[in-house]
C-alpha cells in the first residue's frame, strides 16, 4: 500500500477468523486472508463476491464494529474505532433495523444527534434527507409499519444525514423496487458527485457496474482480483463475465 | 464532556423506547390493578388496614418492577446485538463506555418513573380509604428503587456473557433472593466451619446485601442497618463495579 | 497499568467492594431475629422461606396477623367439637393462638400491634397471663425501648393482682395512642366501668365507635354507649 495522502480507507494485510463452537471444541473460521486494498478520495468503488466471501467483514471492520485478527485498517489516517474517523464515516448495514415504536424523523434526529448534529443544523440536515430519499409522506410513520423499500430508504438517510465524507452501504439495493433502485443509484451518484467517496457491496453485478470506477472481486476471503471500469467495459462479457472467471478459475491468488 | 452528551442520548433513547414499549403500559396496567385487590387484605386486616394496604402496596410495586426489571435489563443490549440496531449506533461516533452508561441511566430512569407511577397509584388508594401514609412511606420507596437499580446493575453485566435472556433472568433472580439472605447467610457462617465457612464468607463479598435498602420491612422506628454515607457509598460501588465489568465484555465485543 | 487502564480499575473498585461488603456483613447487626427463632405453623415453612428470601418479612407478618384473627374470630376449636357457642369476648383454649402470635413476632419483631393484641388477648380474655407476659417479654428482647410492652406488662400485673382500677390506670397512656389495638381499648373502656369510671368508659366506647372497623367492636360499643348514657345523662 502506497500510503497516500488522499487514502480514505485502507486495509493493509488484514486477516480475520470467526471461532465457531462445536461440539468437540472451538472451529476457527477464517473470514479474511490477507487482504490489502486502498480507497482514494472520490471514488466509488464497490465489492462483489459469492454469500460468505467477506464483503460484510470488511465493511464491519472498517466502521469499528469488528477487529482485526492480524493486518492494519485505517479510515483517514486513524483507527476506525477513533471518534474523528467515525464521525466521517455514514454505514448502512445489510437490511437494516429501526426501533420500531420510534418514527422515521425520530429515529433520524437520533442518529443525527449521535453524530454530532444539534440545534438548528440538526433540523436543517433531517429535513433535507428525508425529502432527499423520499420519506417525506412517510416521515411521521412508526418503523414498524414501514415496508422493506422504506426501511432502505431509511437506512441510506441515517447514513448520509450527517454528511459523512465516506459511505460505506452493504447491499444498499437489496430488496428495492426498479423505481427505488433507481431512485438510490442517482442518489449514491449525487452524493459522489458532491465529493462524498463511496464503498458498496452488492449481489447485483449490473448496479456495481453503473455505478462504480473500480470493483474488488472478493473470493473465500482472499482479495483476488481489482477490476477498473475500463476493463469490464472492454471486455465481451463485461463485470459479470470477469466475474465468473475469477470466481471458478481463482480461489485465493493475487489482486 | 462529549462523551457525557453522548450518553445522555443514548439515555433519553433509551428511555423513550421502553416508555413506548407496549410491556410498560401493560405492566403499570397490572400494577394499578393489583395495588386496588390490596383493598381486601385491608379490609380482612381490619384495624390494621393502613399498615396492611401499605405493606401489600409496596410489595407488589417492588415484584412488579422487579420483574420488568429483569425482563428489560436482560434484552437491554441484547436485543440491540440480535436486532442490529447496535450497528447503527456504534458506527458512530459513540464511545462503548458512553453507549453502555446511556443504557444502564436509562432503565434506572425508567425503574424510578414506574415507581413514582405506582407510588401515586397506592397513595391514591390510601386517600380512598382515608389513610395515611406511613412516615417511612418516601424512604421505603426510595429504598426500592436502591435496590432494583443494584440488581439491574447485575443483570446488565451478567446479560453480556450470558447464553439467553432467560439464563439472565434466572440468575439475577437467584441473586436478588440471594441478597436477602445475608443475615441468614451470616448466622450460617457463624456456625459454620471448614469449607461452609469459606463458601459462605465469600459468598457474602460477592453478592449485593440487598437488606441493607430493606426500608420496606423496617418500621420508621428502627434504626437502619448502615448509616446514609455508607449507604450512598455501597449503592454507588454496586452501581459502578458491575458497569466497569461490563465495560470489560463490552469493549472488545464484534458485531 | 497503563496499557490497561480500564481493567486495573474495574479490578481495584472489585476490591473495594468486596471490602465494603465485608464491612456490611460482618459490620452491620441485623434488625431481625436469626432464622432459627422462626417456628413453623400451620405448614408455613415453604411461605416463610418465600418471604425470607424476597425480603418481605413485614407482608408476611401482616398475613400471618389476618389469619391469627380469623382463628380468634372463630369459635375456639374445643368449644365448636363440645357444641358451645361463640364463647364472651375471646375466651376459650385457642391452642394454636400463642404458636401463630409468636410466628408473627419472629417474622416482624416490630409489629408492635401485633404483639399487644395477642399479649391482651391472652392476658384479659384467655385468662393465660403467664404466657401473655413470656410473650411479651420475648417482644420486648427485640424492642426494649418499646413503652407500650412495659405498660402492658404492668397492666398484666395489676391483674393479677386483681386491681382493675390500676389496670385501666396503667394501660390509660396506651389508649391515648392513636393505632392502639381495638382489643386493648375495649378492656380499658370494661375495666373504667368495672371500677366506676362511666365517663372515661363512655368516651373510649366513642372513640372504638368512631374509629374501629371491626363490627363486632363497634357494635358492642355501641351497646356499652346506650348502657352507659342514662348514667351519665349524656347524648348518644
Known sequence: ?255 | ?255 | MKKYPDLYLALFSAVVLCLAGRWAFLGTRSPFPPPDSIREVRRSAVGDAIALSLGLRRLAADVWFIRLMQYYGAPSPESAEAGAGPQEYGAGAYPEFLPMARHILALDPYFTNAALFSAGSLAFNMNRPEEAVAFLEDAMSFAPREWKYATLLSAIGYSKAKDPRKVAETITPLLNEPDCPVMLRQLGAFLNKKAGDYAAAYRIYGDILATSKDPFYVDNARREMEKLAPLLRAPL
Not at chain 1, 433507481?182 to 449525487?190: A, F, G, K, T, W
Not at chain 1, 470477469?242 to 485465493?252: A, D, E, L, S
Not at chain 2, 436477602?180 to 446485601?209: M, W, Y
Open chain 1, 1 to 255: 500500500m502506497t500510503g497516500r495522502e488522499d487514502a480514505v480507507l485502507t486495509l493493509s494485510e488484514v486477516h480475520k477468523s470467526y471461532r465457531a463452537p462445536g461440539l468437540f471444541g472451538t472451529a476457527v473460521i477464517p473470514a479474511l486472508r490477507g487482504v490489502s486494498f486502498e480507497l482514494v478520495r472520490g471514488e466509488v468503488a464497490g465489492l462483489l463476491g459469492l454469500n460468505g466471501a467477506g464483503k460484510t467483514t470488511i465493511m464491519k471492520l472498517a466502521t469499528g464494529l469488528l477487529f482485526p485478527g492480524s493486518g492494519s485498517i485505517s479510515v483517514f489516517g486513524m483507527p476506525p474505532s477513533d471518534m474523528r474517523a467515525k464521525k466521517r464515516v455514514g454505514y448502512l448495514p445489510e437490511l437494516p433495523y429501526f426501533y420500531p415504536a420510534s418514527t422515521a424523523a425520530e429515529s433520524l434526529r437520533y442518529y443525527a444527534g449521535l453524530s454530532g448534529l444539534g440545534g438548528a443544523e440538526l433540523d436543517r440536515r433531517v429535513s433535507e434527507v428525508i425529502e432527499k430519499v423520499g420519506l417525506s409522506p412517510h416521515a411521521r410513520k412508526k418503523a414498524s409499519e414501514f415496508s422493506k423499500g422504506m426501511m432502505q430508504r431509511l437506512g441510506i438517510a441515517q447514513a448520509v444525514v450527517h454528511d459523512p465524507d465516506l459511505l460505506i452501504l452493504d447491499e444498499p439495493v437489496s430488496g428495492l423496487d426498479p423505481l427505488a433502485i433507481h431512485d438510490i443509484r442517482v442518489l449514491i451518484s449525487e452524493l459522489n458527485g458532491s465529493g462524498k467517496t463511496v464503498f458498496l457491496s452488492s449481489h447485483s453485478i449490473s448496479e456495481l457496474e453503473k455505478l462504480s470506477g473500480r470493483v474488488f472481486i472478493m473470493v473465500q476471503g482472499a482479495l483476488v482480483r481489482t477490476v477498473e471500469r475500463r476493463e469490464w467495459e472492454s471486455s465481451s462479457g463485461g463485470l459479470e463475465g470477469i466475474f465468473v472467471n475469477t470466481v471458478k478459475g481463482g480461489g485465493p491468488g493475487g489482486a
Open chain 2, 1 to 255: 464532556m462529549s462523551h457525557l452528551l453522548t450518553a445522555l442520548k443514548v439515555a433519553g433513547h433509551s428511555f423513550a423506547e421502553n416508555y413506548r414499549s407496549r410491556f410498560f403500559a401493560l405492566f403499570l396496567v397490572f400494577a394499578g390493578v393489583l395495588i386496588y385487590s390490596s383493598l381486601l387484605a385491608g379490609v380482612m386486616a381490619v384495624d390494621e388496614e393502613a399498615r396492611v394496604i401499605t405493606d401489600f402496596g409496596l410489595a407488589l410495586m417492588e415484584l412488579i418492577t422487579l420483574a420488568y426489571a429483569l425482563m428489560a435489563s436482560a434484552s437491554a443490549i441484547t436485543r440491540e446485538m440480535e436486532t442490529k440496531t447496535i450497528y447503527l449506533v456504534l458506527s458512530r461516533p459513540v464511545s462503548r463506555p458512553a453507549y453502555l452508561a446511556g443504557r444502564a441511566a436509562a432503565l434506572y430512569a425508567v425503574l424510578a418513573s414506574m415507581l413514582a407511577v405506582m407510588a401515586l397509584i397506592h397513595l391514591s388508594l390510601l386517600w380512598v380509604r382515608g389513610l395515611a401514609p406511613a412516615p417511612m412511606y418516601l424512604k421505603a420507596v426510595a429504598f426500592i428503587w436502591c435496590k432494583l437499580a443494584v440488581i439491574t446493575s447485575a443483570a446488565l453485566f451478567i446479560s453480556l456473557f450470558s447464553t439467553s435472556a432467560v439464563s439472565t433472568v434466572v440468575i439475577a433472580a437467584i441473586l436478588w433472593t440471594l441478597g436477602h439472605f445475608t443475615a441468614e447467610a451470616r448466622f450460617l457462617a457463624s456456625r459454620s466451619t471448614g469449607a461452609a465457612a469459606v463458601l459462605l464468607s465469600t459468598a457474602s463479598l460477592v453478592i449485593p446485601d440487598l437488606q441493607l435498602f430493606n426500608a420496606r420491612d423496617l418500621a420508621s422506628s428502627v434504626p437502619a442497618p448502615a448509616g446514609p454515607a455508607f449507604l450512598a457509598a455501597y449503592l454507588l460501588l454496586w452501581l459502578v463495579v458491575p458497569y466497569l465489568f461490563s465495560l470489560l465484555l463490552f469493549r472488545k465485543k464484534e458485531f
